[in-house]
């Protein structure tokens, strides 16, 4: 009984702090915890409460004898406007990419660390990914996330592997950090990176990163396809170098005008 209650609690806490969000976000101007309270329809106290909590997480933000939006909130809303221009931007050629080669193929962003599918164009054979839009996972195992580690500053990965670690995921997983950092560099010299079976028995691929108008890491995009019709050969030679005309295309639709994404140390 206690728990269900205190999981109501938390839940009623979630939508107060929304509807103090939703509030603020259609005021256009600052609110005091008076007008939030009456707006609401929430006691004064516990709108200071919430208010100290969504200002400690940079959701709300102090303005004279008022709130407003926080940055973290602003930041968010870019970030998903972001993930929308990619996957419009990337689609089509997503879907070229899937035709040319008959392999499945991703896009995928970082998020705190770790890869995110944000679209998916499957293969029209008959084996199917364990993908789908929305999952998560790890970085340094998967070609999407190797890719977009490759283009990071260097205190950001370490940073990345203090915080998830480098677990195994099957046999050829990469889980040292020096074995990393030399796979990091091969991939800038070449422009694309591998999972040569590092995420999930059985599978390889093929990824390239996505930079928008700023030269910052977008996203990547992917092959990916049975060891049966993905040989270590066939990645380098033919699904690399069109895995990487593909993000480019994508990063120039978004702005970037970059030099090339290989040849780099």
């Known amino acids: 009984m206690k728990a269900r209650s205190r999981t109501r609690a938390g839940v009623q806490s979630v939508e ?23 707006r609401i329809g929430v006691p004064r106290p516990t709108v200071y409460r919430l208010l100290e909590s969504l200002a ?12 407003t ?6 930041w968010l809303a870019a970030r998903r406007l972001e993930q929308l221009e ?17 392999e499945t193929v991703h896009l ?11 679209e998916k164009v499957e293969s029209p054979g008959p084996i199917r990914m364990a993908s789908m839009v929305g999952r998560i996972f790890p970085a340094h195992s998967t070609a999407l996330g190797k890719a977009m580690l490759a283009y990071l500053p260097t205190e ?16 050829n997983t990469i889980t040292d950090p020096g074995r990393l ?3 990091l560099s091969l991939i800038r010299t070449r422009g694309f990176s591998i999972d040569n079976v590092e995420n999930e028995e059985g599978i390889r691929c093929v990824g390239a990163p996505v930079f928008d108008h700023t030269g910052a890491v977008a996203g990547a995009v992917s092959i990916s396809g049975s060891v049966a019709t993905i040989s270590l050969e066939r990645a380098r030679r033919e699904l690399g170098p069109l895995v990487r005309e593909a993000a480019e295309r994508i990063s120039r639709a978004l702005g970037w005008s970059g030099a090339p994404l290989w040849g780099r140390k």
Do not use: C, K, N, W
């Open 16 to 38: 107060r702090a929304a509807a103090m969000l939703r509030a603020l976000g259609e005021a256009g101007r600052p609110l005091t915890p008076a007008e939030i309270s009456a």
């Open 56 to 67: 400690r997480e940079g959701l709300v933000t102090p303005m004279g004898r008022g709130f």
């Open 69 to 74: 939006i926080g940055a973290a909130v602003l």
């Open 86 to 102: 990619l996957r419009t931007v990337g689609r089509p050629i997503l879907q070229e990419l899937r035709d040319r080669t008959g």
């Open 108 to 118: 995928a962003v970082l998020e705190s660390g770790q890869v995110v599918y944000v």
């Open 156 to 171: 950001q990965v370490e940073e990345i592997i203090r915080r998830h670690g480098l677990p195994q995921r099957t046999p």
């Open 181 to 183: 950092f030399e796979e």
